[in-house]
Each structure stands twice: as C-alpha cells, then as structure tokens.
C-alpha cells in the first residue's frame, strides 16, 4: 500500500469514529429534540452546522473545478450559493425562528390555515430534497472508489450505514453535532492544499490574495494575467472574462441565491437556536465559516487550472508525472493521440483536442499535480466524505420530518403519542436513507442536473409563499397555494422541455432547443421567472379573494417582534 | 401591547432592509454582473475590479452586511424593548 493510500485510510477511520462517538453522546430522547435539537443550539454552534449542512460533495468536490473551466462565469456559483444567506438572515430566519414550530411545512400550513397548503409544501418539501441526497450518496460513493480503492457501491452501503446510524438514533441533535465535527474537517481539508499551492506558486500564503499575486519565478507578471494569456493562446476564452449571456448570469445568479434561501433543510436550522437574534447571528456566523471556502475556491480554480496547462499542453506523453496515469485508470482525465506525435495537444478546437478532463480531476487531483505531501492528499477523502455526509443527513431529516411531523401527525393520524411520533420520525429517516442508497447505487442519469435544478423548484415553490406569509399580513391562502402550484408546475415544466427534451425527442434534442429558450434563459436560471410568475399569481388571486381570518394576521403581526410570544397575545 | 410601537418598530425594520438589501443588490448584480466590462478596466493589483467583485468583493459583502443587520436590529430591539435575555 503507498503512503497515500494509508494516510487516507487513517484520517477517514479517524473521522468516522468521530462522528460515531458524537452520535452516541448526543442521542435524542423527545421529538423536540429529534426536529430541531431541542432549541437551545448556540449560536457559533449552529453557524458551523449550518455551513457543513450546506456545503455538499458538489462544494467541496466539483465547485472549484467547474470554476475553473468557467473562468468568470463561474460566478453565478460563488455569489448564488453566498448572497442567499443575506436574504435567508434579513428575509426569512428571524421571524421563522420566533413563528417557532418544527418544520417549513409547518409555517406554511398554520400560516395558510390550511391543510392543502401543508401538503403541497411537503411535496415541495419532498421532491427537492430526494433529489439533492442523492447526488449526496452518489458522491459518497465515488470518493470511496477513487481512494480507498472499494466499489462505489460498497462505498454508498458504508456511507449509508454511517448516516444510519447518526441520524436514526440522534435526529436534528445527534445531526448538529457530527455537523460541527464535519465542518472542522472539510474546511481543514479544503484549506490545506489551497495554502501549500498557493505559496508554490505565488509566494503569498493566503489563496484569497494568492490568486492575485505575481509568480513566484520572478518574472513579475501577475498570475491572473499569465492564464489570461495561456487560456488565449490555447484558443479557450480568456479567464477573466464570460462566455455566457449577460442575462442569463443574473438569471442563474438570481435564481441560486432565492433558491438558497428557500431550500428546507438550511431554513430548518434557524429552528434550532433559542432566540430570535440567535437566528440572526448564527446567519451571519454561518456565511461567515461558507465564505471561508467559497472565497478560497475561485483561488483554487486558477491555480489547478494554470498548473494543468503547465504541466500538460504541448508535453511528451511519455514524460508525464506518475498522477497522470493514475487518475487516467479512473476515467477522469484522458489522452488520444490524434496527430501522432506523442505529445499532447490540449486546446480549445475539439478536432485538435487531445485531452479529456473530468472537473473533479481539478479537487481531487490538485495536491497530487502539485506534488504536495502524503498526508494532505489524504486529507482530500475525509473531507470529501465530510461534506457528502453533513448534507445527506440534514436533507434526510427534512424528508424524515415531513413526513412523520406534517404528514403523519398533522393530517393522517393527528392522535399519535410524542413516542409515536418519536419512533415514525426514526423508521422515516431509515427509509430516507435506504431509498438515496438505492438513488446512490442506481443513479438516474439525470441527478446531477437535477441537483442544479432543486434550487429553481425551491425557488420557484417555497420562497415566495413565505416570503409574502411574513411580509404581506393580507395574503391568503388561495393566492398562496395558486402561487406554489402555477410556480413550481411551470418550472417542472421549462425543466422538461429545455433540460431533458422531453417534447421533442429526447437528450438529443436539447442543444438544438437552446434557441427556442425564453428571454435566452437557461432552465438553470428559469428558476427566476417561476418565481416572480409565483409572487404575481399569488397576488392576483389573493386580491379576488377573501382577506385571512383575524387570528391568521395576529400571527403575522406576532412573528415580526422579536420579544416573546407571552405578551403578544394580549388583545 | 401597544399597536403603535409594533408598526413603528417594522416600519425602521423595513427601512434597514431595504438599505442592505440594495447594497446586496448594488455588489452583485451591479459590479459583478451588469457594469462587470466598465470595472474591468480599472486594476486593482493582478485582478480585474470586476471580476474581483464577482468571485470575491460581494462575498465579503455579504458577511458584513449580515453582521451590520445584527448589530441595527439588536440596537432596535433594545430601543423598543423587544430584547429577551
């Protein structure tokens, strides 16, 4: 075994016994503390779970190398997956916490009075998050089969037994605290590399201020201006400026940011804390610890994708470094002689062409292509593992509390105990686990453009509904659930015309439909449009309707001070 | 509980939102997306001001606006006497 391949094995088994033993600690013994940890998580506390339970495997594993063959454009990510936090703490996080139940359904049913409402929220609810887990267990799997050398389904059994384990038993306390744990080593994990590379090549050890640096060679030309140049030559666009359209970026970006801030399992969080300004402050905390990779990124992405060029463009195959071949066994980078010549021809024209490079090669390689220690490869896999972990185990319990809390309790079986419930939340969230196991082992061919597109339902469902639920005392619930309805059907809708051609042929025929998009936005930004269809259907209907009953509006007006919910019962 | 209060208090709640909130705006959407080409050509070191904004200035941003919320609407609670310890 190499020094590597030992090295992962120590620091994931040392992680997952980690995780194990924070879940024995903290097992939780009443429903309060299985949805939302009992209510008394601290501020920082919550941040740090907040930020493991939203950077997923696709943050950690894929953000960096999308970045960087996007170069600028890679934007929409950076800003879309941070501004949401701004609108989740001035819009959203304060008056959810002080409206105080357990789940978003729940908002949205009592803020309705409605149980129609409920259910389409949990459907809601439902199909954003089974989506999103398992490109999660998918992720599990492959980092599994590309360092420690098992099969990705053997890999997806281990992730799923451990999520098992820590979720069933702990819920939402036994979740905040593995998350904790988790961000520890996912951002140790991430920062690493970025600092080692970042000093190799700029002599600057923060990668923030790396990337815009001069090269260590001495030459005295600024690193950014250096890929400019080589990216040009190559016949790529230049990196520091977009190929997409100006509209459809604000679109895109738009609809990342709305749809980060009504994703149920970020906003179930804000549950957790005791007060209405812990809910503000851990907001802030939680941007705060997201920022220090989302920001680290981008610095990741210019230095693995300048390195690449280096190492690879115009070289001697036989010539290349030990990586190379390693990482060609997994599929993930490639090389076709066309021309013969031995070298490899890496530019733009896809007839010259000769490289293949999977995104992921960009994370999961980095340290190896910089030629970086043993053990900071090492870290590469347990951080990984970290971020796939934290992000399942908060969506399952979304999918868990739906349904045993909103569905079960709430509509189907209002009579059940505490324990009952207790015990439907336990054996939901173990059928959760099982069902993204099998997503995980089988993978439709469609999740990872599924998982890009969960954000355009939440956006296009939830956050409308709440958003006018907190800010618009009069809005009732016909407008609400016509709004959620005609929003996230229309947005299903773009997804199958434009994303999978179902209208018109199949796969295949979506390139050819790239002409026919609406305004010239991608179903990636159609998220934006859905949403404001959703916000004007709402109102239209609510204004030929009937006002919400008295008490509905006194909880409006409730849920927007701060101080406790005694004294404002008053009149 | 005094009816008068409440709408005062929510009425600077929302004037503080809509200030951070266009600023939110004014970073992003503006200097990022939409006047991206125009701070492009001004410098800031090795980076382009509007490439600089787009994958790093609004994310620092962000953070400080959300702090700066916290800060106002503690302050406000305390002045109308929402704050609970």
New interface residues.
């Given amino acids: 075994m190499s020094d590597v391949q030992i090295w992962t094995y120590v620091l994931v088994a040392l992680s997952f016994g980690l995780y194990i033993g924070i879940a024995i600690w903290s097992r939780a013994g009443s429903t309060k503390e299985f949805y939302v940890a009992g209510g008394g998580v601290s501020p920082l506390a919550n941040g740090m779970a907040t930020a493991a339970d939203w950077m997923s495997a696709a943050s950690f594993i894929s953000m960096a190398g999308i970045i960087s063959f996007a170069g600028y454009d890679g934007a929409v990510y950076l800003m879309g997956w941070t501004g949401g936090y701004v609108l989740l703490a001035l819009l959203l996080a304060p008056y959810l916490r002080k409206f105080g139940k357990f789940t978003v359904p729940d908002f949205i049913g009592e803020r309705y009075y409605s149980k129609t409402a409920r259910v389409v929220a949990v459907f809601c609810a439902l199909i954003v998050s089974f989506t999103y887990v398992a490109g999660q267990m998918r992720g599990v799997g492959i980092v599994f089969s590309r360092y420690l050398e098992v099969d990705i389904n053997t890999g997806v059994v281990i992730g799923m037994v451990i999520v098992l384990f820590y979720a069933v038993l702990g819920g939402m306390k036994g979740i905040t605290y593995t998350q904790v744990a988790q961000y520890c080593v996912l951002i140790f994990a991430f920062m690493v590399p970025a600092i080692f590379i970042s000093i190799q090549m700029t002599g600057n050890p923060i990668p923030q201020l790396g990337f815009g640096d001069t090269l260590s060679d001495g030459s005295g030309t600024y690193l950014l201006d250096k890929l400019d140049g080589l990216s040009t030559e190559l016949g790529f666009a230049e990196y520091t400026s977009g190929s997409k359209s100006t509209i459809d970026i604000f679109a895109i970006t738009l609809a990342l940011m709305v749809g980060t801030a009504g994703l149920p399992h970020v906003i179930v969080r804000f549950f957790t804390v005791k007060r209405v300004r812990d809910a503000r402050k851990s907001a802030g905390l939680a941007l705060l610890f997201i920022a220090i990779l989302y920001t680290t990124a981008p610095a990741v992405a210019v230095f693995a994708r300048t390195n690449l060029i280096e190492t690879v463009s115009g070289k001697e195959y036989d010539e290349m470094p030990e990586w190379f071949s390693r990482w060609e066994t997994t599929g993930l980078i490639a090389h076709e002689d066309k021309n013969g010549d031995g070298k490899i021809q890496y530019v733009a024209a896809p007839e010259v062409n000769e490289l293949t490079v999977d995104r992921d090669i960009m994370v999961l390689a980095n340290p190896e292509i910089a030629d970086l220690p043993a053990w900071v490869i090492g870290l590469i896999a347990a951080g990984g593992l970290a971020a796939a972990l934290s992000t399942a185990a908060g969506l399952l319990l979304v999918i868990s509390s739906s349904v045993s809390h909103d569905l079960i309790k709430n509509v189907l079986n209002p009579g059940l105990s505490e324990k009952g419930e207790l015990w439907a939340a336990r054996i939901s969230a173990a059928v959760a686990v099982i069902i993204a196991g099998y997503f995980g082992i089988n993978p439709p061919g469609f999740v990872a453009a599924v998982v890009a597109l969960a954000f355009g339902l939440a956006a296009a469902s939830f956050f409308p509904a709440i958003i006018l639920g907190i800010f618009y005392k009069k809005m009732n619930s016909q407008g609400a659930i016509s709004g959620m309805v005609v929003g996230l059907c229309l947005m299903l809708f773009y997804m199958m015309k434009f994303k999978f051609g179902i209208f018109d042929g199949g796969q295949e025929a979506v390139a050819g439909l790239q002409g026919d998009w609406w305004f010239g936005i991608s179903p990636e930004g159609f998220g934006t449009i859905a949403m404001l269809v959703n916000f004007i259907v709402a109102i239209a209907v609510n204004t030929f309707t009937n006002d919400p009953p008295e008490d509905v509006q006194e909880i409006v007006e409730n849920i927007r001070i701060p101080s406790g919910a005694g004294e404002a019962v008053e009149h | 509980?005094n009816t008068d209060l409440?709408k005062k208090?929510?009425k600077e709640?929302l004037k503080y939102?809509s200030i951070?909130?266009a600023i939110?705006f004014l970073v992003?959407?503006g200097f990022?997306?939409?006047l991206?080409?125009e701070l492009?050509t001004i410098r800031?070191?090795?980076?382009?001001l509007g490439?600089?904004f787009?994958?790093?200035g609004?994310?620092?941003v962000?953070?400080i606006?959300?702090?700066v919320?916290?800060r106002l609407?503690?302050k406000l609670?305390k002045k109308y006497?929402?704050?609970?310890e």
């Fill in positions: 509980m409440r208090y929510w709640n939102l951070l909130l939110w992003s959407y990022g997306i939409l991206v080409d492009n800031m070191g090795g980076f382009k490439f600089w787009a994958q790093q609004s994310i620092y962000f953070v606006l959300i702090f919320y916290v609407m503690n609670d006497g929402y704050n609970e």
